[in-house]
């Protein structure tokens, strides 16, 4: 009997060592570097008084981090861009970080072409993989591609007819690359969350307060305007 109990507090008193240097070791977080939400993740974590390992990957890479419990946190997305099971089981949503406005993309040439209300089951549709949009099952044929950049590529040579892309978004891109692209109707309104790993789910409610002070005191906004002007 004594032996066991020395074995269960021995390996009780290793889980707790490895537990408190676990924690004292940076914490990795998605760093968002050509999003136009960069400086606003970056903004909320230093507020929350985060240490933490900004670590650089595709959007792809970034998913399978998080299934893996290899990546903390990640912004910005909605739910239903993020609903594998396998991700639905790690990870908890934070509060809304931006409230985002997803429209309608065009070549520049033929929005004019296009009646409203715009009737996207007789468009060409060029998606995101892995993303999914209101109403997504009733579009025309849809063009799937890897990243963002190949669906305005698709759009501006005329391949798709249209894509989707935020206010925000749009005109970074824009600024990067001019493309013959305009801005059309509204699709949906959007809450963009970021998401925390289960296993670092103690740090929810400071990333939770963080965003509310930082939108409480204006620079959330202020953020964003600078990052869209300064891109170049």
């Not at 409230?99 to 065009?106: K, M, P, S």
Request: hydrophobic share 45%; net charge positive; charged share 25%.
């Amino acid at each position: 009997m004594k032996r066991r109990c020395t074995v269960f507090s021995l390996v009780w008193l290793l889980a707790l060592v490895s537990n408190t240097t676990s924690a004292d070791e940076p914490v990795p977080v998605a760093n968002l570097e050509n999003s136009a939400f960069k400086d606003v993740w970056h903004a909320v974590v230093e507020e929350a008084g985060i240490d933490a390992d900004f670590v650089t990957m595709s959007r792809a890479a970034r998913r399978e981090a998080m299934v893996q419990g290899t990546l903390a946190m990640d912004c910005c997305s909605i739910p239903a861009w993020r609903d594998r099971p396998a991700e639905q089981v790690v990870q908890l949503y934070t509060d809304p970080v931006f409230y985002a406005t997803e429209h309608l993309v065009f070549h520049k040439d033929k929005l004019a072409a296009f009646a409203e209300p715009i009737d996207l089951s007789t468009l060409k549709v060029a998606v995101v993989k892995g993303f999914k949009h209101r109403n997504q099952s009733s579009f025309g044929e849809i063009l799937f591609a890897p990243t963002m950049t190949e669906t305005y590529d698709l759009v501006a040579s005329g391949k798709a007819d249209v894509t989707f892309a935020n206010s925000q978004e749009f005109w970074r891109r824009q600024r990067l690359r001019d493309r013959p692209l305009v801005l059309g109707p509204v699709h949906e309104q959007m809450l963009l969350r970021a998401r925390v790993h289960k296993n670092w789910n103690h740090l929810l409610p400071r990333i939770n307060g963080s965003i509310r002070r930082l939108r409480e005191s204006g620079r959330l906004d202020l953020l964003m305007a600078q990052r869209i002007r300064n891109l170049h």
